[in-house]
């Protein structure tokens, strides 16, 4: 892929995209006669603005100078040129640093996972807190049992960044977190239950229904 030629002569305008939303016209004239590694490395430099003015003096025109492109829209250009292929790969590109530092950190999870002295998965844990505290087993042992086990529960739910909810809490709603909401739909579910068991055991003179 040849990150010398301009922009407008790799993408249309149409198809130039992030996230779905297409730039304005005023944008697309600022970048389009600029070239894939021309855009990385005014962006490196800081003189994208004055390299636009350069390039396409007329664009100033209709727009004052601080209104050609900002952080944002360099941002989102970047990100597009990158995932297109079109970008300077590991140098000056900020999107190619950003996955291998995530790289680097998912291998040093796997590396620590390696090393754990029990080794226990993830879905593991949220399958043993699911069963003792989503679905109630705990109430099952004695009261030593439960003491400890509880701990241990907390313990492992604070690692995974899990709020274990009991019948005295209030539900505080959901954390965007998947295993998290699924353990609290799970709670929230089992205590609409067990309301509505206990309505049913009312009459109309019990102090529920007041």
């Known amino acids: 892929m040849n990150i010398n030629e301009p922009i407008k002569d790799i993408f249309q305008k149409r198809g130039f995209c992030y996230e779905g939303s297409r730039f304005d016209n005023h944008k697309w004239n600022c970048i389009k006669n600029i070239t894939p590694k021309e855009f990385f490395e005014h962006c490196h430099s800081g003189t994208l603005r004055q390299h636009i003015l350069h390039v396409n003096p007329k664009v100033a025109i209709k727009q004052p ?7 944002h829209s360099e941002t989102k250009v970047t990100h597009i040129l ?5 970008c300077t790969k590991d140098f000056m590109c900020c999107w190619c640093e950003y996955e291998k530092e995530e790289k680097h950190k998912k291998k040093m999870y796997n590396t620590e996972i390696r090393k754990q002295l029990n080794k226990v998965s993830k ?3 949220i399958d043993a807190i699911d069963y003792f505290w989503a679905d109630g087993f705990i109430e099952e042992l004695n ?4 003491h400890y086990v509880e701990i241990l529960l907390k313990a492992a739910a604070n690692k995974y960044r899990i709020k274990l909810y009991d019948e005295n809490d209030r539900f505080a709603g959901y954390t965007g977190d998947r295993d998290t909401d699924a353990l609290l739909e799970d709670e929230r579910r089992n205590q609409d239950i067990i309301n509505h068991d206990i309505n049913l055991d009312c009459d109309e003179s019990c102090a529920c229904n007041e």
Do not use: A, C, M, P
């Open 143 to 146: 009261y030593d049992q439960k």
């Open 65 to 71: 100078t601080n209104g050609l492109i900002g952080f």
């Open 123 to 125: 879905d593991e844990v």
């Open 82 to 86: 990158h995932e297109s292929g079109y």
